[in-house]
């Protein structure tokens, strides 16, 4: 990928909406796959009442919209100010109580667990039905497009294009407290190749670190792809 190329990919510009600054990519088509779109407020009209608490509107009671779901409520439903970097807002901004709880969520992992991911790891990777696999470190690039993964060859997929998730554990029950993440296998859809690729990565065990280091970036990866399927629905 050429310089100019990439630069292009990681630009962005200050815009103004109704619900406040955001830092958005210079590209639409660059933006980060587990992004959200602004919301369409419900209209004044259409709100008389507080959508939680019923309460009526008036002079002393005045309406707010929610930035994350766009509905009508009163100052005491939505008083929160709290960041929404999944929009790309630059300040916390207004949200009702349901809301605020989902951003406090998500805000542990652009905190924490998006550092993970780009970090990396080291995994056996394996693509395909291919019997043999090769050592590579995983991360996810910068601009949180792409899952680059480096060893004696370098590949690239497209975070949008990964179609399942799914990790691999071992111990008793499955997912349980005792399970232990040991892999991850996914399928994407690969650019000039028909249907779904393969591809799964096993935890690269040759040192205590690196063990800790793979089960962090799994769990990491785990709740990207929760955050993914969200943005697909929406």
Not at 52 to 72: E, N, P, V, Y
Not at 78 to 102: G, I, N, S, T, Y
Not at 106 to 111: K, L, N, Q, V
């Amino acid at each position: 990928m050429s310089s100019e190329v990439a630069a292009r990919r990681d630009a962005k510009k200050l815009v103004r909406s109704p619900s406040g600054l955001r830092m958005v990519p210079e590209h639409r088509a660059f933006g980060s796959p587990f992004g959200l779109e602004e919301p369409q407020w419900v209209p004044d009209k259409e709100c008389p009442r507080c959508m939680q608490c019923d309460a009526k509107f008036d002079f002393l009671t005045r309406k707010h919209h929610c930035r994350r779901c766009g509905k009508c409520f009163c100052d005491k439903c939505c008083r929160q100010k709290v960041p929404l970097r999944r929009m790309c807002f630059v300040d916390p901004v207004r949200q009702c109580a349901q809301c605020a709880l989902v951003s406090h969520r998500e805000a542990e992992f652009y905190d924490k667990q998006l550092k993970v991911l780009l970090n990396g790891a080291t995994f056996l990777v394996t693509f395909g039905n291919s019997e043999s696999s090769e050592a590579m470190v995983c991360r996810l690039s910068s601009n949180q497009r792409y899952l680059l993964l480096d060893g004696d060859s370098r590949h690239e997929i497209e975070i949008s294009h990964i179609a399942t998730v799914q990790l691999l554990t071992e111990g008793f029950p499955p997912g349980g407290s005792n399970a232990r993440a040991t892999g991850m296998s996914l399928q994407y859809a690969a650019p000039g190749a028909e249907g779904m690729t393969r591809l799964k990565l096993t935890a690269w065990e040759d040192a205590n670190a690196s063990r800790r280091q793979s089960a962090a970036w799994l769990a990491a990866m785990h709740k990207a792809a929760k955050l993914l399927y969200e943005s697909r629905d929406q």
